[in-house]
């Protein structure tokens, strides 16, 4: 099988677009981010877009986002948090390329979510706990699971591409 798609699918702050910047420059190849890509349409960060317009206009312009990225090849793209529970999405991101999951402990990813506001939905430990629990069973249907941990950038990209069996 010729793998020429890598989508990260993990929580928030689980380093996916980091991951992804890394493992594009090993490859050669280019990187993209869906919540980047919805703030410059929206021209808005994701926070905002949340506040006023609600998580469900938020997340039909992740779809749409989704499939502005799906014709590229050589891409490895960085979902965000909630991008591979839509089924659809999923389906759609498990036939264009290769899935994997960037598995981070929860403990760790409290300690990197800034309490700012910046991610709508971690008001709070208990609501974060929560997503943390229910997402964890969308992020197993990946093709590729990959413990992170206290890893860095480098050595998560170096563990997906050793999964991957890529140069």
Known sequence: MTIDKIYLVGFM???KTTVAHALAARLGWRAEDIDELIEARER?????????????HFRAVEREMLRLVLPLRHSVVATGGGTFMDPDNRQAINMDGVSVWIDVPLDVLIARIPADG?????ADRA???RLY???R???SQAQ???DAGMASADEIAERVLDRLNLP
Do not use: N, W
Not at 44 to 56: L, Q, W, Y
Not at 118 to 122: N, S
């Open 127 to 129: 609501q974060i706990e």
């Open 13 to 15: 702050a689980a380093g």
């Open 144 to 146: 590729i699971h990959v």
């Open 137 to 139: 069973i969308g992020y």
């Open 44 to 56: 808005m960060t994701v926070a905002d877009i949340f506040s006023k317009f609600g998580e469900p």
């Open 133 to 135: 629990a229910t997402r």
């Open 118 to 122: 910046r991610r709508p939905l971690a």
